[in-house]
């Protein structure tokens, strides 16, 4: 190793042959002013210009090659070198002899030499290519009318750039600081631009990208800041960002009026098959907080409404008083509630239904039986029938038998429904099919819009499906009949039922069918219903975060995560809300406001829990909370196990987000002494 004075024009502390090759190494002297003592071939060969023009001066020759709007940023590292820093570094172009420029990344190191001299020394990457992209991508994408993303290849991915037709497509404003916050936490985890049902299938994607190095393309929802929902088709790629390493990069283009006009189709037709059934059609939806009346028959009087939208809790408020029996009132009032506060649907169960007695036209009480069917993830239909006969009549008139086999199926079914009418002559003519189902019939959703708009025979109709002929002529004969489809949704293989609204063929009217998932099926299983079971993993040794199946839960509430936390820590032990209180709000005394803050905080970590389907590892009595550290797998608990393969876990860092976990981490600090 050479270490030659500076005014050798060679390196110090390097062989000349070494930093000949490295890409664009200096050395400079930084007391008592700036100057060259070495450059290596590969800094000239990039610049255009010979050795003379930058070493030998008595004055920075080098920092006449920065470009003059990058000039602040080299005087920065230069600054940062002089103040002690013992390394550094920046992005700014260069001037070559041709008077084009080239980015490039600088990364500088510095020592002071037993002659007090203190020498600098940099090794530069020629980045232009990267930044020529990204730039070329930045005007383009804020140019365009479609978002553009780049995140990180984090299990918790970080957007590390969002164009403005991202920000617009989202909702969110310039000048709203709430907004801003809420668009900060988006960019720390891009999950939460993506609905809990969609999560799975979007880390799925990325996985795929990731492990395949192609890129994928397709339809996604999204929340936007106003918590309504957008969809976009767009795709996702690999590429390798501005740091060098690899990344994310979606495109999206906003299609939510076109994915609109395509449900409102799906859904006249399914409110067309759900009219064979009921009198009359509600539309619920949360999201707008308005009840709508689709459906109703000629002699009712929300027929003058249908179409029109009103707030949710004043039409049901004016319903209950002016329609539904005192005697029924509380039980049809807590049944709505519990839709609001979305405690009405249970996983795999069927759909919630009520019966009642409300004032018909003629003014006598009728019974009635209503349901909740979902449309999709924020839309629920509810359905109402009333009995034939007046109450204490035990005839039925014998028109009504025919829909009692549609009407029992309708009632029963979960998700993925069907229905299509056939012909007297054996023409079929689909009304409505979920998504999932489609595939069961062998089409695609574009396919199966041209058949809605026509009769096709019911041969020709079933040849792609994936039941027989004879198995569609049983259910003609029968009445009703199983089959089994592979729901590409949830990757499962599910029981689907059909029922047909008459068994004996009429010449005079068309017979109805319609088909609905009953549950999933596991590989080998015998058909009965088995509980999904998660695994739960919990880190904390460094920052924490919470896993459900290899996902990441992202909390919209910092105070909530905190809490989980909390209970962590507590390893399996109760807190109570006074305790917990004197955590989260370390510089607030208990009071009735902290409490009910609290309670919130509590119930949105709750509510957290059951949108990714492990409520039970928290439990609750009687105001106070645990863990149910069974239930979890966490590094802490593994670490202090004292099992062999966990000992060397902890690095010295825990819950690095939450002060209140120092007490803990100085009692791990000890244990490893």
Not at 42 to 53: K, T, Y
Not at 492 to 513: D, L, N
Not at 589 to 594: A, H, K, N, R
Not at 611 to 622: H, N, S
């Amino acid at each position: 190793m050479k270490n030659l004075p500076s005014d050798n024009n060679l390196p110090i502390n390097i062989d000349l042959p070494l930093a000949n090759r490295l890409s664009g190494l200096r050395q400079y002297a930084l007391e008592p002013f700036v100057r060259i003592l070495f450059a290596g071939e590969s800094l000239l060969l990039l610049l255009g210009i010979s050795r003379e023009e930058l070493v030998g001066s008595q004055r920075d020759l080098y920092s006449l090659r920065v470009h003059p709007d990058d000039i602040g940023r080299y005087n920065r590292l230069i600054a940062g070198l002089l103040s002690g820093e013992a390394s550094l570094c920046a992005e700014y172009r260069l001037l070559k002899s041709d008077g084009s420029s080239v980015y490039v990344r600088d990364s500088a190191v510095c020592e002071r030499l037993p002659n007090g001299e203190l020498i600098g020394t940099s090794v530069l990457t020629d980045i232009t290519d990267i930044k020529m992209e990204n730039r070329t991508l930045s005007m383009l994408g804020d140019a365009i009318p479609c978002g553009l993303l780049n995140y990180t290849c984090e299990k918790q991915p970080r957007i590390t750039y969002i164009n403005d037709g991202m920000i617009k497509l989202l909702r969110f404003g310039r000048h709203e600081k709430a907004e801003l916050d809420y668009l900060e936490m988006y960019k720390s985890n891009i999950f939460l631009m993506v609905p809990m049902e969609e999560r799975q299938r979007f880390s799925k994607y990325l996985s795929r990208v990731m492990s395949s190095d192609s890129p994928i393309a397709g339809e996604m929802t999204l929340l936007r800041c106003d918590g309504t929902r957008a969809h976009v088709f767009g795709w996702v790629a690999k590429r390798v960002g501005e740091n060098g390493e690899q990344e994310f990069q979606s495109v999206c283009m906003d299609i939510t009026d076109r994915y609109r006009s395509r449900r409102e189709a799906e859904n006249g037709r399914y409110i067309k098959a759900l009219a064979e059934v009921y009198d009359k059609i509600f539309e619920f939806n949360p999201d707008t907080n308005t009840l709508k009346c689709l459906y109703s028959d000629q002699s009712s009087p929300f027929k003058s409404f249908e179409g029109i939208a009103m707030l949710m809790d004043d039409a049901i408020d004016r319903w209950l008083l002016g329609s539904v029996k005192a005697d029924d009132q509380k039980s049809v009032d807590e049944f709505f509630r519990a839709f609001r506060e979305k405690r009405l649907y249970q996983r795999d169960a069927k759909p919630p239904q009520i019966a009642y007695h409300a004032k018909s036209r003629d003014g006598s009480f009728r019974q009635y039986t209503g349901v909740f069917i979902k449309a999709d993830e924020s839309v629920s239909y509810f359905c109402c029938r009333k009995s034939q006969t007046p109450i204490g009549t035990e005839t039925r008139p014998d028109g009504d038998i025919l829909k009692e086999g549609v009407r029992d199926l309708v009632t029963g079914f979960s998700d993925g429904i069907a229905a299509f009418e056939i012909t007297p002559g054996g023409l079929v003519k689909p009304l409505f099919a979920g998504e999932n189902v489609c595939e069961f019939f062998g089409y695609t959703s574009e396919e199966w819009l041209p058949l809605t708009k026509s009769y096709t025979p019911v041969e020709s109709f079933v040849s792609r499906s994936e039941a027989s002929y004879e198995d569609f002529l049983m259910l003609l004969k029968n009445g009703e009949a199983e089959f089994t489809y592979f729901d590409y949704r949830t990757e499962t293989r599910r029981k689907i039922k059909a029922v047909c609204s008459q068994r004996e063929t009429s010449a005079a009217s068309s017979r109805y069918v319609l088909l609905y998932a009953l549950h999933s099926l596991s590989e080998g299983s015998s058909g009965r219903e088995e509980r999904e079971e998660h695994h739960v993993f919990i880190r904390t040794f460094g920052y924490f975060d919470v896993f459900v199946d290899d996902i990441p839960i992202a909390f919209r509430n910092k105070k909530s995560k905190e809490l989980l936390a909390l209970l962590v820590d507590r390893r399996g032990g109760y807190i109570t809300s006074e305790e917990a209180i004197g955590f989260l709000w370390e510089d607030e005394p208990v009071s009735p406001m902290t409490l009910s803050r609290y309670r919130k905080v509590a119930l949105r970590l709750k509510n957290t829990l059951e949108e990714y389907g492990i409520p039970d590892i928290v439990e609750a009595v009687d105001g106070k909370r645990r863990l149910v550290a069974s239930r979890v797998h966490c590094d802490l608990y593994d670490y202090l196990s004292g099992k062999e393969e966990y000992s060397q876990s902890f690095k010295g860092s825990y819950l690095t987000n939450y002060s209140w976990g120092e007490t803990t981490l100085g009692e791990l600090a000890g244990k490893e002494m």
